[in-house]
């Protein structure tokens, strides 16, 4: 059966391109079966690739996410996908305000499979500037989700 992932961030420049890139990475090094995408939360970087300096640290970690595009998160994804995965609280709440009662997905916060990172959000590189960071904080949420996925 294959799992179908999508991971949200504000503009999906960064963090959810990042994300999608680790996790497309990592399922396919677990032979895991998964759909994977990303998307955005507002609409105004639509159809623009990942930020330069994510697509550079992302690169330096083995991921490449240059040819991705962003999009806008739409009601379908919550059919869609069985995993809706926000970046921070702010892109949670928009999402819960988007998600309709009976939807398939599993709404939650990436680091909620990071238990052991004591943080609850991915800060966002964009302004932040510090995209390791925001990588490694990725790559533990993506682990937890990976492990989570096959029990």
């Known amino acids: ?6 991971f949200v961030c504000l503009g999906n420049i960064c963090r959810s391109p990042m994300a999608e890139g680790v996790f497309r ?3 396919e090094r677990e ?5 994977v995408d990303s998307a955005a939360t507002g609409d105004w970087h ?3 690739p990942p930020y330069p300096p994510a697509i550079t640290a992302a ?4 991921y490449d996410i240059a040819n991705q595009r962003a999009r806008q998160v ?3 994804d919550f059919d869609r996908f069985d995993h809706v995965l926000a970046m921070d609280g702010s892109n949670y709440d928009k999402l819960s305000a988007l998600c309709p009662m009976d939807a398939k997905a599993d709404l939650r916060m990436l680091m909620e499979y990071a238990p052991e990172t004591d943080r609850d959000t991915v800060p966002d590189p964009y302004y932040t500037g510090d ?3 925001a990588l490694d904080l990725i790559e533990a ?4 989700l990976l492990a989570e996925l096959q029990r």
């Open 59 to 62: 690169a330096a970690r083995g």
């Open 1 to 6: 059966m294959v799992t179908r992932v999508l």
């Open 74 to 76: 739409r009601r379908g």
């Open 25 to 27: 990475a990592m399922a």
């Open 46 to 48: 639509t159809g623009d």
């Open 141 to 144: 949420g993506v682990e937890g």
């Open 131 to 133: 995209f390791e960071e």
């Open 31 to 35: 032979g895991l079966e998964a759909e």
